[in-house]
T-cell receptor, first 118, second 117 residues
Framework: AQKVTQAQTEISVVEKEDVTLDCVYETRDTTYYLFWYKQPPSGELVFLIRRNSFDEQNEISGRYSWNFQKSTSSFNFTITASQVVDSAVYFCALSEARSGGSNYKLTFGKGTLLTVNP | AAGVIQSPRHLIKEKRETATLKCYPIPRHDTVYWYQQGPGQDPQFLISFYEKMQSDKGSIPDRFSAQQFSDYHSELNMSSLELGDSALYFC????????????????FGPGTRLTVL
């Protein structure tokens, strides 16, 4: 069974601080996909990034960066120079590849509430 | 670009009533997923359909049923509603993913907020 753990329930930072959200996952599959989603107070789920298990290249996109390490089963997310608009719940999610396709349900972590104060 | 459409966006029901949530996937998407997110909780997978057939089932109560129609839209039917069914219900759609390095993204709808009084 797949499992995603986000140990940080809430994080509060002051604007312009850097913040890292932790995510640890468990899966028996060798091929899987990891995601970060943002859920602002309005409630919609906003897709941020997907990484494939066979691609450990880390990525930077503007103020966002991701650190994927298979050796430690971690997929951490960093926001540089945080802004008030970054305040939201952030979910890490995992999807296992199934033979025959069609079944790629997402398993989410419990989420981390990030509050960025002015 | 067209997105996933969910209706209604808000729904208020009494206990023991029934509710039907609708999901219209992005054009040419043939796979639909339903998720339930309780207050302060993470989204939980309920059920998915591919080409009008159920492809996987999660923690969906027996009081709930769902189907996908020939035009690929999907409906989630909930009967004998309980207070605990109050949640945000998300539908997501994708094209079929056959495994390997190609992953066809799940696009989420805005959700239907169900309140059971």
């Amino acid at each position: 069974a797949q499992k995603v753990t986000q140990a940080q329930t809430e994080i509060s930072v002051v604007e312009k601080e850097d913040v890292t959200l932790d995510c640890v996952y468990e899966t028996r599959d060798t091929t899987y996909y990891l995601f970060w989603y943002k859920q602002p107070p309005s409630g919609e789920l906003v897709f941020l990034i997907r990484r494939n298990s066979f691609d450990e290249q880390n990525e930077i996109s503007g103020r966002y960066s991701w650190n994927f390490q298979k050796s430690t089963s971690s997929f951490n997310f960093t926001i540089t120079a945080s802004q008030v608009v970054d305040s939201a719940v952030y979910f890490c999610a995992l999807s296992e590849a199934r033979s025959g396709g069609s079944n790629y349900k997402l398993t989410f972590g419990k989420g981390t509430l990030l509050t960025v104060n002015p | 670009a067209a997105g996933v459409i969910q209706s209604p966006r808000h729904l208020i029901k009494e206990k023991r009533e029934t509710a039907t949530l609708k999901c219209y996937p992005i054009p040419r998407h043939d796979t639909v997923y339903w998720y339930q997110q309780g207050p302060g909780q993470d989204p939980q997978f309920l059920i998915s359909f591919y080409e009008k057939m159920q492809s996987d089932k999660g923690s969906i109560p027996d009081r709930f049923s769902a189907q996908q129609f020939s035009d690929y839209h999907s409906e989630l039917n909930m009967s004998s509603l309980e207070l605990g069914d109050s949640a945000l219900y998300f539908c997501a759609s994708s094209t079929r993913t056959s495994g390997g390095p190609v992953y066809n993204e799940q696009f989420f709808g805005p959700g239907t907020r169900l309140t059971v009084l």
